[in-house]
């Protein structure tokens, strides 16, 4: 990848470990997202613009509720909570 894809203010890997949990990564560029306030919520911790946490299966109810929580963090954002962009 040469550069920071446009639109794009977070992402989120989903690995399903041998152990059957599902660890999630989040990463984010954009300031105000911190996506460790997002992991937190699920018990995990990192950095602001790097965070994770490891949950239980299955791996399309981790999706749901962590997507979900993005989307509202965003859609707080969005709607004034915090004007500033980067």
């Known amino acids: 990848m040469r550069g ?3 639109g794009v203010r977070a992402v989120a890997f ?19 997202l911190r996506v460790d306030e997002i992991a ?3 018990g995990g911790g990192g950095h602001p613009y790097a965070a994770g946490c490891l949950l239980e299966p299955p791996v399309e109810e981790v999706e749901r509720r962590v997507v979900a929580a993005l989307e509202q963090a965003l859609h707080q ?3 004034g909570a915090d004007g500033r962009r980067s």
């Not at 989903?14 to 105000?32: A, C, H, Q």
């Open 40 to 42: 937190r919520r699920f």
């Open 14 to 32: 989903f690995n399903e470990l041998p152990s059957g949990k599902i660890k999630v990564s989040l990463r984010s560029r954009w300031d105000p």
């Open 4 to 6: 920071p894809l446009t």
């Open 77 to 79: 954002l969005d709607a």
